[in-house]
């Protein structure tokens, strides 16, 4: 299963911010969507990095002022990101290393998706189940 077969089914809205935007803003977009990441981009949709609820914990950590800091200070700059080509097992196995739990999905240099664990453990389970399916009615015809 690719990528963009996910995306068919969870749709294709990020959730953005500006690095600039204080991080109290950004806490307000994850709270707002009931999200755990944000991609951070310039312009529409050129990812300049990605702030997870992770990257705000240990920054709380070492500031407490946290809130007043801008998403610039605190992101994950270097982004792994994903293609719509990818394979989903590949895709589960780079986020399962590098152990992160959401991966922008980007064509061409631009955002057009992101994906968490979630979403790849229930497309997986899905196709298995769909598998099973078609396993018990093949049994239950011979």
């Not at 240990?58 to 500031?63: D, P, S, T």
Request: net charge negative.
């Amino acid at each position: 299963m690719k990528i963009q077969n996910i995306l068919a089914t969870t749709g294709t809205r990020v959730v953005t911010i500006h690095p600039d935007r204080s991080l109290k803003d950004a806490v307000g977009l994850l709270a707002q969507h009931n999200i755990g990441a944000l991609v951070v981009v310039i312009g529409l949709d050129e990812v300049v990095g990605i702030l997870s609820e992770r990257d705000i914990v240990r920054a709380a950590v070492h500031n407490d002022n946290v809130l007043g800091l801008s998403v610039q200070q605190i992101m994950t700059k270097h982004v792994v990101t994903g293609s719509p080509n990818d394979d989903l097992k590949s895709v589960m196995n780079t986020m399962t290393e590098k152990q992160f739990r959401h991966l922008p999905i980007v064509e061409q240099g631009k955002l057009v998706g992101i994906v968490s664990i979630r979403d790849l453990v229930k497309a997986q389970v899905d196709q298995y189940q769909g598998e099973i399916e078609t396993l018990e009615t093949q049994i239950m015809e011979a």
